[in-house]
Structures are given as structure tokens and as C-alpha cells.
């Protein structure tokens, strides 16, 4: 079974309350909110090791629900890099400046497109030729499903006479 370690770098989902944020996260720490500005100093900090999936999956939803992302990679795997001050700042919301596109170090070089991109850029096929000409409706009400109907061959019951229950 394969295990999990999570990782708190200090991001936020995009449209959520800082302050709202930090609060829920000091909460999950069980820190001081005074205490809470260096969980978000962007430093990975493993909030838990070798966990399954399914404990994994629970994590990110607490987290996602007090606004905040957790990093979850495999147990044994090194920790994800932190993140420099201007994606951390891309991150935080309200923050002027645009992170730069760039793919997971782990990806081979593919990442994301942007929403609504044209991904193939082919030509579209040429519309299938079909003639109808020779089909015709019928009136409403006017079908029938019995010629639908499968009939299944009379089978005898078998002879259980014989058969007994016993107590045990």
C-alpha cells in the first residue's frame, strides 16, 4: 500500500480571506494565531508522514476548507520546494503580481493549458455523409414493443420432493 507524507507551504486558495484563512489554519495547528506567521513563511513544514490515501484526502479537504493547500507526495519523496516570494505572493489573494507559468519540476516539461484553450489544432473531420431519405415516422400512438417481446421457452419445475430441511 502506498503512503503519503503532507506538506504545508503557506499557500491559499485564490479567493480566499487571508485573515479568515489564517485563523483556520492556527486552529488546525492548534497554535496561537500570534504564532501562525511562520507556518506561512512559505518553508515546507510536513504536517503529516506515511499516511494512505484516504487520510491524505482528508487533510486537503481540511485544509481546503479553512482556504488553504497542502502539498501531498509520496512517503520517501523529498519535500516540495519552496516556494519563491512572488508565487507565494501570486498565491495570496489580493496580491498584484501574476506568477509566472511554469510546470511542476516533476512533470517532464507538460503543464497546464490555459481554461478555454484550443488543445488541437487540426483540421475538424468532414461531416458524415448519412442518407435518410428512405426513413419515415409514424403517427404518435401508433407503435407498438410487441414485436420487442422475447419469448422464453416453458421450462418444468424441477421435482424438490425429496428435499428436507433439518435442525441442527
Do not use: W
Not at 54 to 71: I, M, N, S
Not at 74 to 101: L, Q, V, Y
Not at 146 to 158: A, S
Amino acid at each position: 500500500m502506498e503512503s503519503f507524507d503532507i506538506y504545508f507551504l503557506g499557500e491559499m486558495l485564490p479567493d480566499a480571506d487571508p485573515t479568515t484563512v489564517r485563523q483556520g489554519v492556527a486552529k488546525l495547528f492548534k497554535v496561537q494565531e500570534s504564532a501562525v506567521d511562520r507556518l506561512f513563511a512559505g518553508k515546507p513544514l510536513r504536517v503529516k508522514q506515511g499516511v494512505d490515501a484516504e487520510a491524505a484526502g482528508r487533510y486537503r479537504t481540511a485544509f481546503r476548507d479553512v482556504g488553504a493547500l497542502v502539498q501531498i507526495v509520496a512517503s520517501g519523496s523529498p519535500p516540495p520546494a519552496p516556494k519563491a516570494p512572488d508565487e507565494r505572493a501570486a498565491h495570496t489573494p489580493g496580491a498584484e503580481a501574476e506568477a509566472p507559468h511554469r510546470p511542476p519540476a516533476d512533470s517532464g516539461g507538460y503543464g497546464l493549458a490555459e481554461p478555454g484553450a484550443i488543445l488541437d489544432h487540426s483540421e475538424a473531420p468532414a461531416p458524415a455523409e448519412i442518407d435518410t431519405g428512405s426513413l419515415e415516422a409514424l403517427p404518435p400512438n401508433t407503435g407498438s414493443l410487441e414485436d420487442c417481446r422475447v419469448e422464453k421457452p416453458h421450462r418444468p419445475i424441477p421435482d424438490i420432493s425429496h428435499l428436507r430441511l433439518v435442525d441442527d
